[in-house]
T-cell receptor
């Protein structure tokens, strides 16, 4: 069993749709990270959070520490949001989820 | 300067070659990391340097040899690699090595071992 589970694995959406990606973890953590990876490699850190909610532009990340669950929401999705979104948690170690591949169709 | 740079972008090498990957950051970060990522898999941590000293080695084969010559630079020396070592190698840095530190990633070096 992975320490970090993400769902869904793959997601296809129409441009403009509201998107939610979920992350559950089973270990004690100090922080949870949402990362974005475009085809070709580079990883961008979107959020690091240890409680509550953060918003950046059209992206919103929430975390529920008691339930060991986080969600990443994308409002008014756009084709340029197409990427792999990775949830990772940091505590004693850094654990990555297996990623959610998002395709937004115009 | 808020970026991590990696060179080269692509590298093709034979199993008998010796090559090096380079990573640089000028954000004053004191922790630097090497990750290996196979296609459609999450990154796997290889090494962590904290204050230029190796603090974590995740049982990586000795054909991978990291080096941190100064606080801005991290190298990964490659020797006698196997085809299964073909992957994207990512470098990252953070203010300090610790759970509450956001990591900044470089664009990666795509390595092919023939």
């Amino acid at each position: 069993k992975n320490e970090v589970e993400q769902s869904p694995q793959n997601l296809t959406a129409q441009e403009g749709e509201f998107i939610t990606i979920n992350c559950s973890y089973s270990v004690g953590i100090s922080a949870l990270h949402w990362l974005q990876q475009h085809p070709g490699g580079g990883i961008v850190s979107l959020f690091m959070l240890s409680s509550g909610k953060k918003k950046h532009g059209r992206l919103i990340a929430t975390i529920n520490i008691q339930e060991k669950h986080s969600s990443l929401h994308i409002t008014a999705s756009h084709p340029r949001d197409s990427a792999v979104y990775i949830c990772a948690v940091s505590g004693n170690q850094f654990y990555f989820g297996t990623g959610t591949s998002l395709t937004v169709i115009p | 300067d808020t970026e991590v740079t990696q060179t080269p972008k692509h590298l093709v090498m034979g199993m008998t070659n010796k090559k090096s990957l380079k990573c640089e950051q000028h954000m004053g970060h004191r922790a630097m990391y090497w990750y290996k990522q196979k296609a459609k898999k999450p990154p796997e941590l290889m090494f962590v340097y904290s204050y230029e000293k190796l603090s974590i080695n995740e049982s990586v084969p000795s054909r991978f040899s990291p080096e941190c010559p100064n606080s801005s630079l991290l190298n990964l020396h490659l020797h006698a690699l196997q085809p299964e070592d073909s992957a994207l190698y990512l470098c990252a840095s953070s203010q300090e090595a610790g759970a509450l530190n956001e990591q900044f990633f470089g664009p990666g070096t795509r390595l092919t071992v023939l």
